[in-house]
């Protein structure tokens, strides 16, 4: 085995979830032996699990089920399946996390109950899950564990997976991060419901750093706690646009004051014209006329366009100060903040001067959306679904299910919906940073229309997200051609594009200039477009091949406009 690999694969998560099955097709596929804690527990106690709690109880089975982690983690080249409560012991997690890779299998309660029923249940979740409510008894017990299950170094949901699918993304998530990950054999012992790592972050795992992501309805208010946890004192030079400055300046001067940080600020005009490098070089004279050091943190407080004007600022003066977002629009909070991509504009092209550098932080304040304006909050949307198409099938459950509460902005809902889109975005950069692998092209869904449109319009006629909503159409209507995406597909994402108030056609954009600016792209990239298709919901693939014809039928059909054999018009 490679010396970087962790000689051990611990698999965590609920019953039902397919944990000991997969830990059988994971040691075949790498030619290890597999594990199982509760069979552990029975053979070295010779009593059967039920027995054990129903004679020692819960605190008894711990105990026991401690000893045989411990029995495991003295083992290389295993893959072991664990109880369901294991993850619990702050100990157990330092034995699972020092050599090993940890992988959480995550299910719906509904169907797990399901899968328990039909397979009996398994030993240890039996005894905990008698009584008359059963499904209540997994909501509950499941809650409970979430904080600890979400520290694993991987989450696969399985939903929809059978369990070779599953096994096999275990396979790749130890193949692509374990090596990187599995470094810190403390990374799994921050307590959840304290502070520093606490429950409300997610966590990005790139190359370069390793990062908490606060989604709160409210997270302002503890700006300069989260501040502090991260490591920053010192000064902090806050970055806004004045619209923004208008909502949230005040809060954040106060909130930052009072932690005893020395703040100033600097408000430029909101929209994409102040996105270039001549503001870029008022920032650096601003940040040297206050005396900013290598540990100063730059806060960039507002929307993509903030984010990334004062990232590419942070990333480049002094070479590199730590860098905080504070993402105020939809778009930047499920987007743009997350992942390390920061740029300026040039006249000829968007984002053409930038760098990657990953923010030390990020807090996102989801209760900031509610001043956003109405139709910057919609064109975010589609980032969300396009998240929810491309990875995640429970989501887009939840977008079709809830899309009223969304759209008013109902805390609960909104805060979780944007915490999973993080999560989901997270793990694509975490897989990919620099967009190396392939894995970050998936987020292109949608996008290659999208560009065109916005290219030939000048971005004046569509927001991105609306570009986007549009460009996903297109997607669509090519992969139903050429036999990939299923009709029902289709029908389903313009229902529910539909029903979050995105577009999906863009009368008036002349489809020759948007045709004409995707070939520019081709050219400029040097090579074919990849183009992402669904499959199902998902299960996006890449395509190289998808004919020109079919191209400028969406493209004219995205515009309204008859299809007309090459030519340019007037
Ligand atoms: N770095 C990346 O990975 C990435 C990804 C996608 C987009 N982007 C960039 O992001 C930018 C677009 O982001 P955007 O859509 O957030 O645009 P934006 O930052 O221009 O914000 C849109 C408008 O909403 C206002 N606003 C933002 N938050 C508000 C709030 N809470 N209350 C009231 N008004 C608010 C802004 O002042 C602005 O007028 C583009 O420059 C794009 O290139 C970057």
Same mark, same amino acid.
């Given at each position: 085995m490679s010396m970087q690999h962790p000689p051990r694969i611990f698999l965590t998560g609920f019953s039902g979830t397919g944990k000991s099955a997969v830990a059988a097709l994971v040691a075949a596929a790498l030619g290890w032996r597999a594990l199982d804690t509760d069979d552990i527990i029975e053979e070295r106690s010779g009593r059967s699990i039920p027995d054990i709690f129903a004679r020692d109880g819960?605190?008894?089975?711990r105990e026991l089920e401690a000893e045989a982690l411990r029995e495991a983690a003295a083992q290389v080249d295993v893959v072991v399946a664990t109880g369901g409560g294991i993850?619990?012991?702050?100990?157990?997690?330092?034995l699972m996390a020092d050599g090993g890779f940890v992988v959480c299998l995550e299910g719906r309660q509904e169907v797990l109950w399901q899968r328990i029923r039909d397979a009996g249940g398994s030993a240890t979740e039996r005894p905990l899950l008698a009584g008359p409510d059963p499904l209540g008894r997994i909501?509950?017990?499941?809650?409970?564990?979430?904080?600890?299950?979400?520290?694993?170094?991987?989450?696969?949901h399985? *939903? &929809?997976?059978?369990?070779?699918?599953?096994?096999?993304? +275990? %396979?790749?998530?130890? #193949?692509?991060?374990?090596?990187? @990950?599995?470094?810190?054999?403390?990374?799994?012992?921050s307590e959840p419901a304290a502070g520093k790592a606490g429950k409300d972050a997610s966590w990005v795992n790139a190359e370069s750093a390793r990062y908490p992501v606060y989604v709160e309805w409210g997270a302002l208010a503890r700006l300069s706690e989260r501040l502090r946890d991260a490591g920053l004192s010192g000064a902090?030079?806050?970055?806004? *646009? &004045?619209?923004?400055?208008?909502?949230?300046?005040?809060? +954040? %001067?106060?909130?930052? #004051?009072?932690?005893?940080?020395? @703040?100033?600020?600097?408000?430029?005009?909101?929209?994409?014209?102040s996105k270039t490098l001549t503001t870029a070089s008022r920032l650096y004279e601003w940040l040297a006329s206050r005396r900013a050091e290598r540990g100063h943190a730059v806060v960039a407080l507002g929307g993509g366009m903030v984010g990334d004007l004062a990232g590419f600022t942070a990333a480049t003066y002094l070479r590199g100060l730590p860098l905080v977002h504070v993402p105020t629009s939809l778009l930047a909070m499920v987007d743009a903040s997350i992942g390390g991509k920061v740029a300026v504009n040039l006249s000829e092209a968007k984002n053409l001067v930038g760098a990657f550098y990953q923010p030390r932080l990020v807090v996102t304040d989801v209760s900031a959306l509610t001043t956003l304006p109405a139709r910057e909050l919609t064109s975010g949307w589609a980032e969300v679904v396009k998240h929810a198409l491309i990875m995640d099938p429970d989501l887009l459950s939840t977008l079709e299910a809830r899309v009223a509460d969304l759209r008013r902005l109902e805390p609960e809902v909104t805060t979780t919906v944007v915490r999973r889109n993080v999560e989901l975005k997270a793990q694509v950069v975490s897989e990919d940073e620099r967009e190396t692998t392939g894995r970050r092209t998936i987020l292109n869904y949608g996008h290659t229309v999208a560009h065109g449109l916005e290219a030939a319009s000048e971005y004046e006629a569509l927001l991105h997200g609306e570009a986007v909503a549009v460009g996903m159409r297109a997607a669509a209507e090519i992969g139903q051609r050429l036999g990939v995406t299923p009709p029902a597909l289709a029908e389903r994402q313009a229902a529910v594009l539909s029903s979050l108030?995105?577009?999906?056609?863009?009368?008036?954009i002349d489809?020759?200039?948007?045709?004409?600016?995707?070939?520019?792209?081709?050219?400029?990239?040097?090579?074919?477009v990849r183009w992402v298709l669904l499959e199902d919901v998902g299960r996006p693939v890449l395509r190289d091949d998808v004919p020109d014809t079919l191209v400028r039928k969406a493209v004219c059909r995205a515009c309204g406009v008859a299809e007309k054999r090459g030519g340019r018009r007037g």
């Amino acid at each position: 085995m490679s010396m970087q690999h962790p000689p051990r694969i611990f698999l965590t998560g609920f019953s039902g979830t397919g944990k000991s099955a997969v830990a059988a097709l994971v040691a075949a596929a790498l030619g290890w032996r597999a594990l199982d804690t509760d069979d552990i527990i029975e053979e070295r106690s010779g009593r059967s699990i039920p027995d054990i709690f129903a004679r020692d109880g819960e605190v008894g089975f711990r105990e026991l089920e401690a000893e045989a982690l411990r029995e495991a983690a003295a083992q290389v080249d295993v893959v072991v399946a664990t109880g369901g409560g294991i993850v619990q012991s702050a100990a157990n997690r330092r034995l699972m996390a020092d050599g090993g890779f940890v992988v959480c299998l995550e299910g719906r309660q509904e169907v797990l109950w399901q899968r328990i029923r039909d397979a009996g249940g398994s030993a240890t979740e039996r005894p905990l899950l008698a009584g008359p409510d059963p499904l209540g008894r997994i909501r509950a017990l499941k809650a409970q564990r979430q904080p600890f299950y979400a520290l694993a170094d991987y989450t696969i949901h399985t *939903d &929809d997976l059978g369990l070779p699918q599953v096994a096999k993304e +275990v %396979l790749r998530a130890w #193949r692509r991060l374990s090596a990187r @990950v599995a470094r810190d054999p403390d990374r799994l012992s921050s307590e959840p419901a304290a502070g520093k790592a606490g429950k409300d972050a997610s966590w990005v795992n790139a190359e370069s750093a390793r990062y908490p992501v606060y989604v709160e309805w409210g997270a302002l208010a503890r700006l300069s706690e989260r501040l502090r946890d991260a490591g920053l004192s010192g000064a902090a030079h806050v970055i806004s *646009d &004045d619209h923004v400055w208008h909502h949230y300046g005040e809060a +954040v %001067l106060a909130s930052l #004051r009072g932690a005893a940080f020395e @703040v100033d600020s600097y408000v430029v005009p909101a929209g994409e014209a102040s996105k270039t490098l001549t503001t870029a070089s008022r920032l650096y004279e601003w940040l040297a006329s206050r005396r900013a050091e290598r540990g100063h943190a730059v806060v960039a407080l507002g929307g993509g366009m903030v984010g990334d004007l004062a990232g590419f600022t942070a990333a480049t003066y002094l070479r590199g100060l730590p860098l905080v977002h504070v993402p105020t629009s939809l778009l930047a909070m499920v987007d743009a903040s997350i992942g390390g991509k920061v740029a300026v504009n040039l006249s000829e092209a968007k984002n053409l001067v930038g760098a990657f550098y990953q923010p030390r932080l990020v807090v996102t304040d989801v209760s900031a959306l509610t001043t956003l304006p109405a139709r910057e909050l919609t064109s975010g949307w589609a980032e969300v679904v396009k998240h929810a198409l491309i990875m995640d099938p429970d989501l887009l459950s939840t977008l079709e299910a809830r899309v009223a509460d969304l759209r008013r902005l109902e805390p609960e809902v909104t805060t979780t919906v944007v915490r999973r889109n993080v999560e989901l975005k997270a793990q694509v950069v975490s897989e990919d940073e620099r967009e190396t692998t392939g894995r970050r092209t998936i987020l292109n869904y949608g996008h290659t229309v999208a560009h065109g449109l916005e290219a030939a319009s000048e971005y004046e006629a569509l927001l991105h997200g609306e570009a986007v909503a549009v460009g996903m159409r297109a997607a669509a209507e090519i992969g139903q051609r050429l036999g990939v995406t299923p009709p029902a597909l289709a029908e389903r994402q313009a229902a529910v594009l539909s029903s979050l108030g995105l577009p999906q056609d863009a009368p008036g954009i002349d489809p020759e200039r948007a045709l004409a600016a995707m070939a520019l792209d081709k050219k400029v990239s040097g090579r074919a477009v990849r183009w992402v298709l669904l499959e199902d919901v998902g299960r996006p693939v890449l395509r190289d091949d998808v004919p020109d014809t079919l191209v400028r039928k969406a493209v004219c059909r995205a515009c309204g406009v008859a299809e007309k054999r090459g030519g340019r018009r007037g």
